[in-house]
């Protein structure tokens, strides 16, 4: 593998008990998963598997040969039955005389749909042909960086004849496509002994007519090309040697925490972008390296990659043995400035009269020496993986530039691939996205009743969430149940005493990291306390006060930096009570501090409106469902104050409320979505009452 430190042997997955009983579409998934499961040997969502296979043909009862191909966008490691398209292979054959040329090969992926198999509504790749026309029954193809490292190299064929003599041929770079298809069908009839075919800056195919000798020969293929490289570089430095020294890991983070939402800020002009940070030590070495800033201008290699990178990475002008990061905000604006710029001069200069309007021309991944690397998309797991391909693009670069010279991909070929009109009509049939798409969200008290219903709201409609509580039992259970429904990209947790100004800095600096900034606060953290005035201690006082307001300032505060420095606007919600309005018997402590609360809303209505930070409150009443603040004393002194025991307060709650209906976390979760979303983008300073009728504490 041509990263020399992590030299593991690739693990024979198959099974023979396993795969004993399956059918051979049932083992082309097993085959899949197993591959896809490595990330050596395919990137996540890269290459495809196919095997071809006698099928009953629903309408004549007669045997027919179809093709099973991963369907367009599939992953192999999570692909299911359903995510393989099903082709007729007579049908498929006879697109050879209705094809016109290279110039018109696009349209023939517009044929593929009459050449589906029983029905199946799983669309075919633009990779279909190439599977089709090679003449095995068992055709992988796979992006590992050992085998692209060889693609991307400037000797390509010579490396590839010297690694695995006539076993394994070449092809020269070829976009992938119908007349690719044909490529392959020709070398294979004039090679047919070879097992598999190298593509220039692309990847490897290889084929049997086996199911389980095709996987196993992938696996061995793949080894040949890391041992050749940990062989040839062994004792090697990587990227000609380092030039820096990575700070420390909080040192890094740190870093990264602060860059990240001024990046964040520039970036999410159109749409508001997320964050991922990655500072593993193949990261590392690159970003520290000599050849590190010549390497990445030259762009990555494998269309993949490069769909997924954009044309090439922005170094930030970070100087880890300065620590310069106050100097590196002050001219971020100018590199991004000129970033975009160059992007506008690429397109330019390689567009055609049919191109697709110029996308965002914002760079996706930020290379920071002694840091790592920052990458920014329109939500948390595109983010992520962006970062995953420029790992294996730096593995390519890493073994391509230790044993020859590493060539990126020719910029019009990477303009043609990115501005392809076929991936345009992709992009275009994308859904819509979520109300609260790309929005990230810090919500403290996150473990209880309000605070949980309030995150899964927002996950639910496309936000990333932070929650924050000071019970670490509760707030690990409440986000492992968010992540099994959301998945693990969007959630995250940090244990913060929102009194604690050192906590709550350290909270939304790994907000910052995690995500890249906060869109979204939901101050709701709290207790409640009950006792007649002349029982009430300065300290049961103080407690209310630090929590319920002192908190709600200290939280705030950190939310106006962040915010501010993204200058993307955001939205600041408590979550206050109806006792903020209307005063409650022998509970001033609690009362007294919802109502600074609300003040300090108002306050902060002000101060935030001409940075687009809008600040708005919801007044909930008698939660009693999930709420841990009635449990215990609270839960027993309020039963007293009102003459009923615990099984009739919430029953009195209701009756008492004007429309006689009880109050639920879900319905508090509501009214704080419509503040966090656009749907209130033209409200700030305002208070809705979630009460279900209180005319004490109807607003005046």
């Given at each position: 593998m041509p990263d020399t430190a992590k030299t593991e042997p690739l693990v024979n997955g198959w099974d023979d008990t396993i795969a004993?009983?399956?059918?051979?579409?049932?083992?082309?998934?097993?085959?899949?998963?197993?591959?896809?499961?490595?990330?050596?040997?395919?990137?996540?969502?890269?290459?495809?598997?196919?095997?071809?296979?006698?099928?009953?043909?629903?309408?004549?009862?007669?045997?027919?040969e179809v093709l099973w191909v991963k369907g367009s966008g599939g992953d192999v490691g999570s692909i299911k039955m359903d995510?393989?398209?099903t082709l007729y292979m007579d049908k498929l054959r006879a697109l050879k005389d209705v094809y016109r040329g290279p110039e018109h090969e696009d349209e023939m992926v517009g044929y593929l749909p009459h050449c589906t198999f029983n029905l199946n509504p799983r669309a075919a790749s633009i990779d279909t042909p190439l599977h089709a026309y090679v003449p095995k029954q068992h055709v992988d193809h796979m992006h590992p960086d050992a085998v692209i490292a060889i693609a991307a190299a400037k000797n390509s064929k010579e490396l590839t004849q010297e690694i695995y003599g006539d076993e394994i041929g070449w092809l020269p770079w070829k976009r992938p496509g119908y007349e690719l298809g044909l490529w392959l069908e020709k070398f294979c009839l004039e090679n047919p002994d070879a097992k598999g075919v190298v593509l220039e800056s692309h990847g490897l195919f290889s084929w049997a007519d086996d199911a389980k000798e095709c996987y196993e020969l992938t696996v061995e293929i793949i080894q040949k090309a890391q041992d050749w490289f940990s062989a040839k570089t062994a004792g090697l430095a990587a990227f000609g040697g380092a030039r820096h020294t990575s700070l420390d890991a909080a040192g890094r983070r740190a870093v990264a925490a602060r860059l990240m939402p001024a990046i964040r800020g520039m970036v999410s002009g159109n749409q508001h972008m997320v964050g991922h940070f990655d500072d593993q030590d193949a990261v590392l070495d690159f970003v520290n390296s000599n050849q590190m800033e010549a390497l990445a201008a030259l762009g990555t290699s494998c269309p993949d990659h490069f769909l997924r990178t954009k044309i090439r990475p922005l170094v930030v002008a970070f100087d880890p043995a300065k620590a310069n990061v106050d100097a590196v905000l002050d001219g971020l604006p100018a590199q991004v400035a000129a970033y975009r710029e160059d992007y506008a001069a690429y397109y330019d200069r390689c567009k055609h009269d049919n191109s697709p309007a110029m996308r965002d021309?914002?760079?996706?991944?930020?290379?920071?020496?002694?840091?790592?690397?920052?990458?920014?998309?329109?939500?948390?797991a595109t983010a992520r993986i962006s970062g995953e391909f420029y790992v294996n693009a730096i593995n390519v670069m890493r073994g391509a530039s230790a044993v020859d010279d590493y060539v990126g991909l020719p910029e019009q070929e990477a303009f043609d691939i990115e501005y392809w009109l076929l991936e345009e009509a992709k992009l275009q049939r994308m859904p819509k996205p979520k109300s609260l798409a790309g929005r990230v969200a810090l919500v403290t008290g996150g473990a209880g009743g309000i605070g949980s219903a309030t995150a899964e709201k927002y996950l639910s409609e496309g936000a990333c969430v932070m929650l924050a509580d000071i019970d670490d039992t509760s707030l690990a259970a409440t986000a492992d149940t968010l992540t099994g429904r959301y998945g693990p990209d969007v959630v995250r947790s940090v244990n913060m005493n929102v009194t604690d100004e050192t906590a709550v800095a350290r909270a939304y600096a790994e907000i910052a990291a995690e995500f890249g900034g906060v869109d979204i606060l939901v101050s709701n953290a709290g207790i409640a306390s009950s006792a007649p005035i002349e029982e009430t201690s300065l300290a049961l006082w103080s407690k209310n006060m630090d929590i319920l307001s002192t908190g709600y300032f200290l939280v705030s505060r950190d939310a106006f930096k962040l915010m501010r420095a993204q200058n993307i606007g955001g939205s600041i919600v408590f979550v206050a009570s109806k006792n903020g309005l209307a005063a409650s018997p022998s509970a001033s402590a609690y009362c007294a501090a919802k109502a600074s609360e609300i003040h300090l809303?108002?306050?902060?209505?002000?101060?935030?409106?001409?940075?687009?930070?809008?600040?708005?409150?919801?007044?909930p009443d008698a939660v009693l469902r999930g709420s841990k603040i009635w449990e215990g004393e609270w839960l027993e002194a309020r039963s007293a104050s009102y003459g009923t025991d615990k099984a009739g307060l919430e029953e009195m709650y209701r009756n008492r409320s004007l429309l006689k209906r009880s109050v639920f976390p879900e319905d508090i979760a509501e009214a704080a979505y419509f503040f966090a979303s656009d749907l209130s983008a033209k409200s700030t300073g305002n208070i809705i009452n979630v009460d279900a009728g209180n005319k004490e504490a109807f607003t005046r």
């Open positions: 004993a009983s399956m059918s051979e579409p049932e083992k082309l998934l097993y085959r899949s998963n197993l591959l896809g499961a490595d990330k050596r040997i395919t990137n996540y969502g890269g290459g495809n598997t196919s095997a071809k296979v006698s099928e009953r043909d629903p309408v004549t009862g007669a045997a027919a995510g393989f398209a021309p914002n760079a996706v991944v930020y290379l920071v020496p002694g840091v790592g690397m920052i990458t920014f998309a329109r939500d948390k809303a108002r306050c902060l209505a002000l101060e935030g409106a001409e940075a687009g930070i809008r600040v708005n409150v919801v007044n």
